[in-house]
């Protein structure tokens, strides 16, 4: 069993500032199963990025995913107010990482 | 627009059952695989299985297996997850979420959950 993690688990940062988040897989899969979450308290996950690099429908351009092999990337280029929010990774559609909270300093 | 509604908040006592139920509008809903994923108080998100709402065909997550069903009504475009002999630990907001077309893994839209709380 393929295992997903998140870290850091939480990242302080100020609407602005960029944001790097990091999923790592317990061994190497196809950048094509793996996707990226956001979650704010009390909604549903809205999904962000998938096959590793793309953006879903409607997603900002400040969002991007990068990564390959066992080492994937989501990056928030500048910190919109609405992007404070719970991220996750995940593989296929049966594995999630643990989460990254990204929180306002 | 897609729309996923999902059935009200329950409470069940342990060892008895419960069934979620996921209206679909906006999308053909025999063209979509349509999952499910809960996630526990201030946990992750765990994914249950999946339903082919066109053929009924199934996927269950092995920790599931044997305990979970997912069913669907295609005259009025619901799905249905059962969960059996609850435990405590089944306490949890359930959600129902649509795939992609291409990317049947990939979880496109989501319902607004339902908290099952399991209780004595």
């Known amino acids: 069993e393929i295992v997903l993690t998140q870290s850091p688990g939480t990242l302080s940062l100020s609407p602005g500032e960029r944001a790097t988040l990091s999923c790592r897989a317990s061994q190497s899969v196809s950048s094509s199963y793996l996707a990226w979450y956001q979650q704010k308290p009390g909604q549903a996950p809205r999904l962000l990025i998938y096959g590793a690099s793309s953006r879903a429908t409607g997603i900002p351009d400040r969002f991007s995913g990068s990564g390959s092999g066992t080492d994937f990337t989501l990056t928030i280029s500048r910190l919109e107010p609405e992007d404070f929010a719970v991220y996750y990774c995940q593989l296929h559609a049966w594995t999630f990482g643990q989460g990254t909270k990204v929180e306002i300093k | 627009q897609v729309q996923l509604v999902q059935s009200g908040a329950e409470v069940k006592k342990p060892g008895a059952s419960v069934k979620v139920s996921c209206k679909a509008s906006g999308y053909t809903f025999t063209g979509y695989y349509m999952h499910w994923v809960r996630q526990a108080p201030g946990q992750g998100l765990e994914w249950m299985g999946w339903i082919n709402p066109n053929s009924g065909g199934t996927n269950y997550a092995q920790k599931f297996q044997g305990w979970v069903t997912m069913t669907r009504d295609t005259s009025i475009s619901t799905a249905y997850m059962e969960l059996s002999r609850l435990r405590s630990d089944d306490t949890a907001v359930y959600y129902c979420?649509?795939?992609?077309?291409?990317?049947?893994?990939?979880?496109?839209?989501w319902g607004q959950g339902t908290l099952v709380t399991v209780s004595s």
């Open positions: 979420a649509r795939a992609s077309r291409d990317e049947r893994w990939l979880q496109l839209d």
